[in-house]
């Protein structure tokens, strides 16, 4: 017992004496690292990314309010429910293995290794691969956002009648072999797309494009809802879906200026163009149904507004103003006249994702090879026939492969889960089947 003390006591005082020198090295070796990462990393591009990152996230809950409101009253909560849960699925994935496949080091030009699961070498220093200013975990944070938003996308296309437990396994597996390659191919180091000279700002591709044709892949597989064509189906709420389409232009600012990934004139540029197109496809979206239908609606405005925000996305870091008003009133017109075709067609594209979406993106991407200039971008391109041709491989490879893989993930999840729920189930709404609440009481 005497050793035991006296050992103690001599370790306490050699604490007491060396620790203040370990305490000064610590010290040092700590101030050189956060010396070097200040000399590495702007704070100017940091503050405005980690403020466009936020941005990004809350479109998410912007896209199920602007759904929610155009469900009937006995789905807004699943409706919401399906948009918010994709935060939690998308964040897990990026972390664990998203990121690396989308943005890590290349294999074979069509998906990233495995080298950065679970953000293993993803630390505060920049990677110069994507950004010599930016930590590489903002820039991390900054792509996670887009993968949580473009899977919530397509949740208005089968809006109504998707089992749960199916929907979850759907967002999953869809963001692993569907989102991270098309992300690789078009921004990680490496991709096909990115190599071949494809412009694809913010997500016309990997975004718009990529959802809209899963979307369409999952309404033929579900089919149209019950009632389709025979009985009214409106909007419940249109307050909440035009709180939602704000949320959306606001949070698209975050969206397309911060693609620029630092606090520049090229943001500003994107910034600029963004909120020009969304204007300009709100009237033209408004005029062409009031010449259509005989009146203008909320409705059709804030649709208009999406479009334009979708049809612009592609391009917003490589055109003029003047263009961007071109591209937003074709936006318009166009988002317009292909969310009509779905009554002549007879699909159940519950609300216009692929009208919206899909067609909006197509058309954006395909602009951005006709208007891109160097003069905006030195690091893009100038329009022409070389590039528009580019574009439309981009384009048409996009829509393959998003529209094939869908295809069979929504198939082989409905052979062994089922994905549509029971008739019985649809009649009394998904909030009480799927979620045993109601969103209103009166």
């Given at each position: 017992?005497?050793?035991?003390?006296?050992?103690m006591?001599?370790?306490?005082?050699s604490f007491?004496?060396?620790?203040?020198?370990?305490?000064?090295?610590?010290?040092?070796?700590t101030?050189?690292v956060?010396?070097?990462?200040?000399?590495?990393?702007?704070?100017?591009?940091?503050?405005?990314?980690?403020?466009?990152?936020?941005?990004?996230?809350?479109?998410?809950?912007?896209?199920?309010?602007?759904?929610?409101?155009?469900?009937?009253?006995?789905?807004?909560?699943g409706?919401?429910?399906?948009?918010?849960?994709?935060?939690?699925?998308?964040?897990?994935?990026?972390?664990?293995?998203?990121?690396?496949?989308?943005?890590?080091p290349?294999?074979?030009?069509?998906?990233?290794?495995?080298?950065?699961?679970?953000?293993?070498?993803?630390?505060?220093?920049?990677?110069p691969?994507?950004?010599s200013?930016?930590?590489?975990?903002?820039?991390?944070?900054?792509q996670?956002?887009?993968?949580?938003?473009?899977?919530?996308?397509?949740?208005?296309?089968?809006?109504?009648?998707?089992?749960?437990?199916?929907?979850?396994?759907?967002?999953?597996?869809w963001?692993?072999?569907?989102?991270?390659?098309?992300?690789?191919?078009?921004?990680?180091?490496?991709?096909?797309?990115?190599?071949?000279?494809?412009?694809?700002?913010?997500?016309g591709?990997?975004?718009?494009?990529?959802?809209?044709?899963?979307a369409f892949?999952?309404?033929?597989?579900?089919?149209t809802?019950s009632?389709?064509?025979?009985?009214?189906?409106?909007?419940?709420?249109?307050?909440?879906?035009?709180?939602?389409?704000?949320?959306?232009?606001?949070?698209?600012?975050?969206?397309?200026?911060?693609?620029?990934?630092?606090?520049?004139?090229l943001?500003?540029?994107?910034?600029?163009?963004?909120?020009?197109?969304?204007?300009?496809?709100?009237?033209?979206?408004?005029?062409?149904?009031?010449?259509?239908?005989?009146?203008?609606?909320?409705?059709?405005?804030?649709?208009?507004a999406?479009?334009g925000?979708?049809?612009?996305?592609?391009?917003?870091?490589?055109?003029?103003p003047?263009?961007?008003l071109?591209?937003?009133?074709?936006?318009?017109?166009?988002?317009?006249?292909?969310?009509?075709?779905?009554?002549?067609?007879?699909?159940?594209?519950?609300?216009?994702?692929?009208?919206?979406?899909?067609?909006?993106?197509?058309?954006?991407?395909?602009?951005?090879?006709?208007?891109?200039?160097?003069?905006?971008?030195?690091?893009?391109?100038?329009?022409?026939?070389?590039?528009?041709?580019?574009?439309?491989?981009?384009?048409?490879?996009?829509i393959?492969?998003?529209?094939?893989?869908?295809f069979?993930?929504?198939?082989?999840?409905?052979?062994?889960?089922?994905?549509?729920?029971e008739?019985?189930?649809?009649?009394?709404?998904?909030?009480?089947?799927?979620?045993?609440?109601?969103?209103?009481?009166?």
């Amino acid at each position: 017992m005497r050793k035991l003390l006296i050992g103690m006591f001599l370790f306490l005082i050699s604490f007491c004496v060396f620790s203040p020198v370990y305490a000064q090295e610590i010290e040092q070796v700590t101030e050189e690292v956060v010396v070097q990462e200040v000399n590495n990393v702007s704070g100017a591009d940091t503050a405005f990314i980690i403020i466009c990152a936020a941005l990004v996230m809350v479109m998410t809950p912007g896209v199920a309010l602007f759904y929610g409101g155009m469900v009937r009253r006995k789905n807004v909560l699943g409706m919401l429910m399906q948009s918010f849960v994709v935060l939690g699925i998308a964040t897990v994935i990026w972390l664990l293995y998203g990121y690396s496949l989308a943005f890590g080091p290349d294999i074979g030009h069509v998906i990233g290794s495995l080298k950065w699961a679970f953000l293993d070498g993803v630390g505060l220093e920049p990677d110069p691969t994507y950004s010599s200013t930016l930590p590489h975990q903002l820039y991390m944070a900054f792509q996670m956002m887009f993968a949580v938003l473009t899977p919530a996308l397509i949740t208005g296309a089968f809006a109504e009648r998707f089992k749960f437990k199916a929907f979850i396994i759907f967002i999953a597996v869809w963001i692993t072999i569907v989102y991270c390659p098309i992300a690789h191919w078009v921004w990680g180091q490496g991709g096909w797309i990115g190599n071949l000279g494809g412009l694809d700002f913010a997500g016309g591709l990997v975004v718009h494009i990529a959802s809209g044709t899963s979307a369409f892949a999952a309404i033929l597989v579900l089919g149209t809802r019950s009632g389709y064509k025979k009985e009214a189906m409106p909007p419940h709420n249109l307050p909440i879906t035009f709180i939602g389409a704000t949320i959306l232009w606001i949070g698209w600012f975050g969206f397309n200026a911060g693609s620029a990934l630092e606090a520049s004139g090229l943001a500003v540029s994107a910034f600029v163009v963004t909120h020009i197109a969304a204007g300009a496809a709100l009237l033209s979206w408004m005029i062409a149904e009031w010449l259509y239908r005989g009146k203008p609606t909320v409705l059709g405005a804030v649709s208009g507004a999406v479009a334009g925000l979708v049809a612009i996305t592609p391009a917003a870091g490589f055109v003029t103003p003047i263009s961007a008003l071109i591209i937003g009133f074709a936006g318009g017109i166009v988002c317009f006249l292909a969310v009509n075709l779905k009554e002549r067609f007879g699909y159940d594209d519950s609300l216009d994702v692929i009208g919206v979406h899909g067609v909006g993106g197509i058309l954006g991407a395909l602009l951005t090879g006709i208007f891109a200039t160097t003069l905006v971008n030195p690091a893009g391109a100038d329009g022409g026939v070389e590039l528009l041709k580019i574009q439309t491989i981009s384009v048409v490879s996009t829509i393959a492969y998003s529209f094939i893989v869908s295809f069979i993930i929504l198939k082989v999840i409905d052979k062994f889960v089922g994905i549509r729920v029971e008739h019985k189930e649809e009649l009394q709404g998904l909030d009480l089947s799927q979620h045993g609440e109601s969103g209103y009481r009166f």
